[in-house]
């Protein structure tokens, strides 16, 4: 059964570091979309991209995050100048179609900053 | 703003017990309702959906009924298994958006 990946699961950084947050979503989905969880708390939307653009993103997902599909299969996440407080679980996810159709989620990648 | 308020967890449950994970949302208009469950090291599944009022979603024993008098959207079922240990999400998406709002989840363990 096709599954979204996420590479790594885990990335230590310090802070003010780049990190890039990599994902495979499914091969036919057009919809592309990433979260984040903070220990404890919600899953927290952060942006939608279709058609290589942002579709919609949170007030989270400011100048210093930006995503891209650089090729046809990946789609990455980076933030430029990491802080403390984007320590969280990132979930990336797609979907075939847009407009409430299931979101199907990759298993997260644990980002912690030092 | 739109809000999803779910069970604070964790849920301890027998084999066979009847389960409920209550769910209520704050939300403009007329959301599409969502259950999600994570299984250890995975990504969330969807479980179930709803897209109006009185609609029931069902899936693998478990059924939730969207309630637009209550703002609710429980979560059911009447024997669980070892097998459903996980943690369970229930969100909300409005019509025109691609953004699905998540409540905190909600940690079931059952017991043989």
């Known amino acids: 059964e096709p599954e979204v990946t996420q590479t790594p699961s885990h990335q230590v950084t310090q802070m003010g570091q780049e990190v890039i947050l990599r994902c495979v979503p499914i091969?036919?989905?057009?919809?592309f979309y990433w979260y984040r969880q903070i220990l404890g708390q919600k899953v927290e939307f952060l942006v939608s991209?279709?058609?290589?653009?942002?579709?919609?993103k949170s007030e989270i997902f400011d100048d210093q995050f930006s995503v891209e599909r650089p090729d046809g299969s990946n789609f990455t996440l980076k933030i430029r100048s990491t802080k403390l407080e984007d320590s969280a679980m990132y979930f990336c996810?797609?979907?075939?179609?847009?407009?409430?159709?299931?979101?199907?989620f990759g298993p997260g990648t644990r980002l912690t900053v030092l | 703003g739109n809000s999803v308020t779910q069970m604070e967890g964790p849920v301890t449950l027998s084999e066979e017990a009847f389960l409920t994970i209550n769910c209520t949302y704050t939300?403009?208009?007329?959301?599409?309702l969502f259950w999600y469950v994570q299984y250890p090291g995975e990504g969330l599944q969807l479980l179930l959906k709803?897209?109006?009022?009185?609609d029931k979603g069902s899936n693998k024993g478990f059924e939730a009924t969207y309630r637009k008098e209550t703002t609710s959207f429980h979560l059911e079922k009447g024997s669980v298994q070892v097998s459903d240990s996980a943690v369970y999400f229930c969100?909300?998406?409005?019509?025109?958006?691609?953004?699905?709002?998540f409540g905190k989840g909600t940690k079931l363990t059952v017991n043989p």
């Open positions: 996810a797609s979907s075939e179609e847009g407009g409430g159709n299931e979101q199907f």
């Open positions: 091969s036919n989905h057009l919809y």
């Open positions: 991209f279709y058609n290589n653009e942002i579709s919609e």
């Open positions: 939300a403009t208009g007329y959301p599409s």
């Open positions: 709803a897209t109006k009022a009185d």
């Open positions: 969100a909300l998406m409005k019509g025109g958006s691609e953004k699905l709002v």
